[in-house]
């Protein structure tokens, strides 16, 4: 495998519970990301697959550094961007950029196309007017839109079109890493296919690294190379798609798969329907946080917490029954 | 042959601009029917007119649209003649919907028992304990946990894909014979979702209540409709049995919807309908699907295809099969 | 092979020649009609207005007409002075068409000040967020619980009488309003994806203000200047009618209103009314076209 572009060790983001009128006193903690391991190489696709509250968003946050994590670390090509200060992380926002899921409200609705386009370029590189109205150009042709779309708002362009023009922003200063966050969810099924097939070329052809996060299983498994399942604010199980898909050994990704659509009226599905809610992230159960759902639980599950260990190559699960 | 429960025959949907200027065809000659007890997946993607076809079917279509044609049967009579105090019966009481957010469908203000106990209240005569054990009833139907003391909390209180089951009952409350559903699951998690569908299910063996489920998502229909009728600019494509239409889909939008849905564990090129969905303001002569469409003839460009019945309740509007019975 | 996908169908061109069109169709034409007329007056004053307006119309003869001569239309008027005289003999009509210059001048400027003042405190507070907005929102609520004619009164006293300090007068009274509203939108627009897209990348809390915030606000503050230029022209006719406005000779239509209070019981209602006419239309013509504004442009004040 290639080298490492990034890599998180034990991210942990805990968010204040306040209570009280007057003083407002922190009693408790949303624990939304607890102890988050896990590394992505350069040209790699990590797909982070999880229901609501496990913490994705917040992984992503955290990453984007839009949030500082509490404890933990992040590394990027092999430096510390959590001890970074503010001003410092200009070169990290350069390589590391964001596609955000609707597409109808992550692009400034007054701003055309092109200054969209061009902003991160005048941000962070100094090039010419001149030079920046020809990146601009290569990156429209990179995701297949005509070159007078500079001229136009984002108003003007479907939803698919205009995933493309939040991919071409992205991709504008040349970033390593670019974080998924649901890119395809808000967009008609038909046009998903052509977004997600783009993003796999764009990967081939530029080497760029995505953290694809969304929920249909059979998309995020078809772009990533290695997949995440978060439960709570933990990584449950992380391996290759194929092994993943095919032999998935945590309870929690079992019934995720189980719980998945079938393709055919006539497909045969061993049906595993979870007792209860999704829990809160305020108050997690102890010990591993999925035992009170667990169709396998056991005594020592409410005890301590699960490792996620390796129980085969290059497949991790944090689970006591495997 | 009985008469089905609800017979929409042509309807014809028109949204009207600001002064009268040039009409969207939102829904243009559109042809089904449901039977008692069973399911219909109306399946579209965004702008094809199912939404606005369910709105037609119940009267509450915003300000700016019309039925401009076409009838609507329900148990033999046509929703279309019938005053707004005679549909305000209807709703609610024969016919009830689910819409796709909970929290839009749920008052904040009221309790769980005010917004259940609504339509029984109105619509069946239902007064003080009675109402109170039939509200505790439908709550135990849609699996809510202690159903006696919960029905005196708030929506905020509950969780998601609780709110989505009171609603549920809420629509149940009346004793409806249909209820639509407009995309009830896509704000759900995947697994609350398998709940809730299993739930609808057996409700609807309990009820014998008949269900029309729109949704784009190929695999609800897969796993909960008897029958579908595939949507696209305003017109029913194609429409049949759902083994007929996965086995031996004849229009080739439906055969590019099941092919563009990626399989887990699959890493094969995934297939895309080629183009843009349609611009219903702007719709080319001829087929509007023609301009994507792998398979157009020269005819699909010029005339708008006519419905053409295949075998056994399986119909679809498409030059091709036509072509085919000319050629041989 | 990257996908390709469609054009976009319609062209760049087009468009903005149809914007303007359907601009033109919809607007509402008397409105529009009496401001631009008012700014006319304001502006050919000089041309249009048949006398001076601070000195009396003289005869031929070069002495003074007669003082509370009625409108033309009526036994004793004259078409020379069209709608009478006042008690200076100084016809209306031109102090009329002058005194538009003073509420226009006063209206415009004094909201466009109140309006940049407003809009930059309003930005900040919600952009910066924290102490910082509760200082300001805090100094923004006690401003706004201040009775907007009393407090306009008790600066007038306090300050010199004099056009330009009107206008300070009105952007002291004013601006709390565009502070509050434009506040609620900035934090709104704050947490919009496109926002929050700058800042991942980079943008400096300068550069996402200026290019994604501030074009996002101009509608709501158009709209809010259109919708308080009325009332800023009501203030300073109160403040002159009261005495402590613009002071005489220069014409103002809430002074001419004063001076016309006496003369009015004595049955001489033209040097009262005209000018109450005027001030009437012109505030009902900005209000109609403010809320016509507010209706087509921003849906975020469509329930104020």
């Not at chain 1, 090039?127 to 995701?143: N, P, T």
């Not at chain 3, 709608?83 to 031109?94: E, N, Q, W, Y």
């Not at chain 3, 613009?246 to 009314?273: F, Q």
Request: aromatic letters at 6%.
């Amino acid at each position: 495998m290639a080298d490492t572009l990034l890599e998180a060790r034990d991210l942990t983001k805990y968010f204040p519970a306040r209570a009280g009128l007057v003083l407002r006193r922190v009693n408790q903690w949303i624990r939304a990301v607890d102890g988050v391991t896990f590394s992505i190489a350069a040209g790699e696709t990590l797909g982070l697959v999880g229901e609501s509250g496990c913490g994705k968003t917040t992984t992503a946050k955290l990453i984007l550094a839009q949030e500082s994590a509490t404890s933990g670390v992040i590394r990027f090509r092999d430096q510390d961007i959590t001890a970074l200060q503010k001003r410092d992380l200009m070169d990290y926002r350069k390589s590391v950029q964001v596609v955000f899921q609707d597409p109808y409200s992550s692009l400034s609705p007054r701003m055309r196309v092109g200054d969209i386009l061009a902003e991160p370029l005048e941000i962070h590189t100094s090039l010419s007017r001149a030079g920046i109205r020809a990146r601009v150009g290569e990156v429209l042709e990179l995701v297949g839109l005509p070159a007078d779309s500079v001229r136009l708002f984002p108003h003007e362009f479907s939803g698919g079109q205009r995933q493309r023009i939040a991919i071409a922003r992205a991709l504008a200063t040349e970033a390593q890493l670019i974080v998924l966050d649901e890119p395809v969810s808000a967009l008609d099924v038909s046009i998903r296919a052509h977004i997600i097939t783009l993003l796999e070329e764009l990967q081939r052809t530029l080497g760029v690294s995505y953290l694809f996060i969304g929920h249909d299983l059979a998309a995020v498994a078809h772009i990533s190379h290695r997949i995440a399942v978060m439960y709570l604010g933990k990584i449950v199980e992380l391996a290759d798609s194929l092994d993943l898909c095919t032999q998935p050994l945590h309870p929690y990704t079992q019934a995720l798969f189980a719980a998945s659509l079938p393709s055919h009226p006539d497909e045969e599905k061993d049906e595993i329907v979870l007792s209860g809610e999704v829990p809160t992230a305020l108050n997690p159960p102890s010990g591993c946080h999925f035992h009170p759902r667990c169709p396998m639980v056991m005594p020592q599950c409410s005890g301590a917490e699960p490792p996620l260990t390796e129980v085969a190559p290059n497949h991790w699960v944090a689970c006591y029954a495997v | 042959m009985p008469t089905p429960l609800l017979q929409v025959d042509n309807l014809r949907t028109h949204f009207f601009g600001f002064r009268g200027q040039r009409a969207v065809k939102a829904v243009d000659g559109v042809s089904f029917h449901v039977e008692a007890g069973e399911t219909l997946g109306l399946v579209g993607e965004s702008g094809c007119g199912k939404t606005t076809t369910c709105h037609s079917i119940f009267r509450i279509l915003p300000p700016g649209a019309e039925v401009i044609g076409g009838s609507v049967r329900f148990a033999g009579e046509d929703l279309m003649q019938k005053s707004p105090r005679d549909m305000r019966r209807i709703r609610g009481r024969d016919m009830a919907m689910i819409l796709q957010d909970p929290m839009a469908s749920l008052n904040p203000l009221f309790t769980i028992f005010d917004q259940v106990a609504e339509p029984a209240y109105f619509h069946r005569g239902l007064r003080r304990h009675h109402l109170r054990s039939r509200v505790a009833e439908l709550l135990h139907m849609v699996r809510i946990p202690s159903p006696e003391v919960r029905m005196h909390e708030y929506p905020h209180q509950m969780s998601g894909g609780m709110r989505q089951r009171i609603v549920g009952a809420t629509a149940l409350a009346g004793g409806p014979k249909l209820i639509i559903a407009d995309e009830p699951t896509t704000n759900l998690d995947v697994t609350i979702q398998l709940q809730y569908l299993n739930l609808l299910k057996e409700l609807q063996r309990q009820t014998g209540v008949a269900l029309i489920f729109v949704t784009h998502d190929l695999g609800i229909v897969a796993k909960m409709c008897d029958r579908v009728a595939v949507m696209y600019a305003g017109k029913i494509v194609e429409q049949g049995s759902v083994r007929t239409l996965y086995n031996h889909p004849q229009h080739p939008y439906t055969e590019g919807l099941i092919k563009s849905v990626p399989r887990i564990g699959s890493k094969a090129d995934l297939y895309a309908i080629p183009g843009q969905p349609p611009d219903l303001a702007n719709l080319p002569p001829g087929c509007a699907f023609a301009p994507r469409c792998p398979e157009a003839l020269a005819l699909c460009c010029r005339d708008e295809p006519e419905e053409i019945a295949l075998a056994d309740g399986h119909t679809s509007r498409c030059w091709l099969p036509v072509q085919e019975g000319i050629d041989g | 092979m990257v996908a390709r996908t469609e054009a976009v169908i319609s062209s760049p061109v087009a468009r903005p020649a149809r914007k303007m069109w359907n601009l033109a169709r919809d607007a509402p034409w008397i409105p529009c009609l009496i401001v631009v007329m008012v700014v006319l007056a304001a502006l050919f004053a000089d041309v249009l207005a048949p006398h001076d307006p601070e000195v009396s119309v003289k005869t031929d003869t070069g002495r003074p007409v007669q003082s509370y001569r009625p409108p033309a239309w009526m036994k004793g008027g004259d078409l020379s002075t069209p709608l009478g005289t006042d008690f200076h003999s100084r016809d209306i009509l031109s102090r009329l068409i002058y005194g538009a210059r003073v509420s226009l001048l006063v209206g415009i400027v004094g909201t466009l000040v109140a309006g940049a003042i407003g809009t930059l405190l309003g930005i900040i507070a919600g952009y910066a967020g924290g102490w910082t907005d509760q200082v300001i929102m805090r100094i923004t609520d006690a401003w706004m619980a201040l009775p907007t004619l009393i407090f306009a009164i008790f600066l007038a006293s306090v300050l010199k009488p004099s056009l330009w300090n009107i206008v300070v007068i009105l952007s002291l009274v004013f601006w709390s309003q565009y502070a509050r509203i434009i506040r609620g939108q900035v934090l709104s627009l704050r947490e919009r994806p496109f926002v929050q897209l700058a800042q991942v990348t980079g943008a400096s809390s300068l550069r996402i203000i200026r290019r994604h915030i501030l074009p996002n606000v101009i509608n709501t503050v158009m709209v809010l200047f259109s919708l308080t230029i009325g009332v800023a022209i009501i203030i300073e006719a109160s403040l002159s009618f009261l005495g402590v406005g613009v002071p005489p000779p220069k014409p103002a239509w809430g002074l001419m209103m004063a001076e016309g209070r006496g003369p009015l019981i004595a049955g001489k209602w033209w040097v009262s009314v005209f000018p109450g006419l005027c001030i009437m239309l012109l505030v009902l013509a900005t209000n109609l076209l403010g809320d016509w504004m507010r209706v087509r442009f921003d849906p975020q004040l469509r329930n104020r």
